[in-house]
């Protein structure tokens, strides 16, 4: 048996393709560690959406070159994911001593690229790039169910790959090509095959999952094929991310009515409170849209718990247009929010909005400002939930200690309670005793 090392960084989508990654390998006889300097191959799936996920490569490179430098056995070491795809053969000349490099479009030839760029001798390197992207009707999803799957109690199943939206600050449509929906008939059967492994938690993936399907005739529309995960015996829950406020249809809105296993949670990502600034953003939506969405959500599911994400220094966001955000915050009342300071991507369309640059003083100020607020609602919205119980799906032991258990609430919120790890994968009531900003305490299940 090879070893196999695999770093991921980013998001559901680089942890699902890691998961792909490494079951394709497993037909060649890799099996995954955790030590890095055990591994025959070493691969890093990057990100890029920030200058500093970008950063973080560099220093893992110099590591994992380090050990191919030092060890007396061929180690192969292979960039994937949105760096790779960005920077592609710089990378290469960068690195001398880097075996291959390849973009998320590659992963479902990953068998083939790792025994191409394979070397035989210690310490030699061939360098291969593929950094290709596949049309609609070429590109295949990877149908190998990730190895980890069994024994979990959730997991990431892919619907779309890449994006055909041009927010003005994001790279993922440089990085992850076209959108291209996959079939849903693939798609339930790769929930299937989790279900059987004892999978009961399904959170359907892409970079705009409400427009699946929408290309393809005949298709099912994201809507429909929520309905039909649904009916997939064995599936308890249903998550997806990452939804589109504009596109956030009725028709979704109404499986919130319909589908119980659907669950009471929904990221939908707004980055700004200022209509002005969305607009800069092409995110075609304003702050009344957005907030007539989530009043429509929250009619019909009215324990939907909102979740979003805020960019704040935008260039040209004056403090009005930020007090905006804040008030946006106050009036949604979202349970909680990643936060970033606005960082500038290459070739994005917003470069060119940067002769209108806020200081990165005032953008910090502005995000301690809006971290802090956040908080306290959070805050807030745990410490109302005591005195409640609640259904929580565990998932495993607390780090911390092990006679406490940890699992999620519908509204994906963390509960710590006592128990043991025979409970991990069943659903139980459990009475919330305190709410702290982060998560909830509860009393042994009922
Ligand atoms: N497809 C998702 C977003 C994926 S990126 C959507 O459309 O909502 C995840 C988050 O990273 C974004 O919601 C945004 O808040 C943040 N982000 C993306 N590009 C960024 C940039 N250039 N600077 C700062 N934050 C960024
Ligand atoms: Fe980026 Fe916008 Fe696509 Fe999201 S929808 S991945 S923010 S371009
Ligand atoms: Fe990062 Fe690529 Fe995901 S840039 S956020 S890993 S799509």
């Given amino acids: 048996m090879k070893k196999v090392f695999i770093q991921t960084f980013g998001c559901q989508m680089n942890v699902y393709d890691t998961g792909k990654i490494s079951a394709l390998l497993g037909h060649d006889g890799y099996e995954p560690t955790r030590v890095m300097a055990d591994a025959d191959l070493i691969i890093v799936n990057t990100c890029s959406i920030r200058e500093k996920p970008e950063l973080k490569l560099h220093s893992f490179l110099g590591d994992a070159l380090k050990i191919k430098r030092n060890q007396d056995r061929p180690v192969t070491v292979a960039?994937?994911?949105?760096?790779?795809?960005?920077e592609g053969d710089k990378l290469l000349k960068r690195y001398r001593e880097l075996d291959l490099?390849?973009?998320?479009?590659?992963?479902?030839?990953?068998?083939?690229?790792?025994?191409?760029?394979?070397?035989?001798?210690?310490?030699?390197?061939r360098q291969v790039l593929d950094?290709?992207?596949?049309?609609?009707?070429?590109?295949?999803?990877?149908?190998?169910?990730?190895?980890?799957?069994?024994?979990?109690v959730g997991s990431f199943v892919t619907i779309q790959k890449g994006c055909d939206n041009k927010c003005t600050f994001c790279i993922v449509p440089t990085t992850r090509g076209k959108e291209v929906s996959r079939p849903s008939e693939e798609i339930l059967v790769e929930v299937r095959g989790l279900v059987a492994n004892g999978v009961c938690e399904i959170t359907l993936i892409g970079q705009n999952v409400n427009s699946y399907g929408l290309k393809v005739p005949g298709e099912l529309t994201f809507a429909q094929l929520l309905y039909a995960v649904a009916e997939v015996q064995g599936v308890e829950r249903i998550r997806y991310t990452t939804s589109h406020p504009r596109d956030m249809g009725s028709d979704v809105i109404q499986a919130y009515r319909d589908i119980p296993s659907l669950t009471s949670h929904l990221h939908l990502p707004v980055q700004s409170g200022s209509t002005g600034v969305l607009r800069r953003m092409k995110r075609f939506?304003?702050?009344?849209?957005?907030?007539?969405?989530?009043?429509?959500?929250?009619?019909a599911r009215p324990d939907i718990v909102l979740s979003t994400d805020f960019i704040v220094g935008f260039p040209g966001e004056t403090d009005a247009d930020f007090e905006e955000t804040m008030t946006l915050?106050?009036?949604?009342?979202?349970?909680?929010?990643?936060?970033?300071?606005?960082s500038p991507r290459p070739g994005t369309p917003a470069l060119k909005l940067l002769k209108d640059e806020v200081s990165p003083e005032l953008a910090q100020a502005r995000l301690m400002r809006l971290q802090e607020r956040q908080r306290e609602i959070s805050r807030e919205l745990n410490a109302a939930m005591a005195g409640k119980t609640v259904d929580v799906l565990v998932e495993g032991t607390s780090r911390y200690d092990e006679s406490v258990v940890c699992g999620r609430t519908s509204g994906?919120?963390?509960?710590?309670?006592?128990?043991?790890?025979?409970?991990?994968?069943?659903?139980v009531s459990v009475p919330i005793i305190a709410g702290f900003t982060n998560s909830l305490r509860g009393e042994a299940p009922l």
């Fill in 79 to 86: 960039v994937a994911g949105c760096v790779a795809q960005q």
């Fill in 101 to 125: 490099v390849f973009g998320p479009d590659a992963v479902p030839r990953v068998r083939d690229l790792v025994s191409a760029a394979r070397s035989e001798a210690p310490g030699a390197t």
């Fill in 131 to 152: 950094t290709k992207f596949l049309d609609l009707e070429t590109y295949a999803f990877a149908s190998d169910l990730d190895p980890a799957s069994k024994g979990q």
């Fill in 285 to 299: 939506y304003t702050r009344e849209r957005y907030l007539e969405v989530v009043a429509a959500l929250r009619d």
């Fill in 329 to 342: 915050l106050d009036a949604v009342g979202f349970a909680s929010s990643f936060s970033f300071k606005y």
């Fill in 412 to 427: 994906f919120q963390m509960v710590n309670f006592p128990g043991s790890l025979d409970l991990v994968g069943q659903t």
